[in-house]
């Protein structure tokens, strides 16, 4: 899966850099995030990694426990901007059980450049934690979004895809119980096919501006993306609450 949205040389700058930090925390995953995972990278995107690790037992345990996140890396390496960062596994378990679309994606995304044998078994709690929790979270992150384009003067691509990326994977989450964030696919299947052309603006320059008109139509639909994520969750078959149970 990784081979198709990275090349060659993307894929050595992360190998690079994940070796190094592999050797200071243990992993239990690293999952590419941002336009490569959504779908839309431009030629001059950076690699986001987003990775999840276990803190020694020790220092769980010691009088000055450890803090719930690695500092933050960004890095050239060969010409490829790599940005990193890792949450300890505590923290976003708690997340996970709230409904925190970041974190479940971290777990169940497609696009794992490492896993570990305590990966396998996360991904399968982290399923059955599935709940209809995950509307609020999403809904949240795509209101933001939404209030970025609006401030921006609705001329960003990148932002306008950020909104319908956001919307239609909580949508897919909770009428499917699948995880899904490559907006290409998502937008054939929720009937927003329309949108590939913000994609195909986006894929040619990062900060790629929309003409007036497109804008103008955007404008208009978006807010059917929010209607679809409200429907979903009426419809969803997820339980109101986190279970753990089998």
């Known amino acids: 899966m990784i081979d198709r949205v990275l090349d060659s040389k993307q894929r050595a700058a992360a190998g690079r850099l994940l070796d190094q930090e592999s050797a200071v925390r243990r992993n239990v995953v690293v999952s590419l995030s941002g336009a490569h995972a959504y ?77 570990s044998p305590e990966h396998d078994s996360v991904r399968e709690v982290v399923k059955r934690s599935l709940s209809r929790r995950l509307h609020r979270p999403y809904r949240g992150f795509a209101t933001g979004q939404l209030r970025e384009w609006e401030k921006d003067g609705f001329r960003s691509a990148k932002k306008l895809l950020y909104v319908l990326r956001t919307t239609l994977t909580g949508t897919h989450a909770l009428l499917t119980r699948e995880i899904e964030t490559d907006v290409i696919l998502l937008l054939d299947a929720h009937g927003f096919g329309a949108a590939r052309e913000l994609v195909e603006a986006k894929r040619r320059r990062e900060k790629s501006e929309l003409a007036s008109e497109v804008a103008e139509r955007w404008k208009g639909t978006v807010g059917r993306t929010f209607d679809l994520l409200d429907s979903a969750l009426e419809r969803s078959e997820l339980p109101e609450e986190a279970t753990l149970q089998r």
């Open 39 to 115: 779908g839309f990278p431009s030629p001059d995107s950076d690699l986001d990694l987003k990775a999840i690790h276990v803190a020694p037992t020790e220092r769980l345990l010691g009088l000055s426990p450890p803090p719930q996140s690695a500092p933050d890396r960004i890095e050239l390496l060969d010409g490829v901007e790599v940005d990193y960062s890792s949450n300890e596994i505590q923290p976003d378990l708690v997340g996970i059980l709230q409904g925190n679309g970041n974190f479940i994606e971290q777990v169940l995304s497609r696009f794992v450049l490492r896993s």
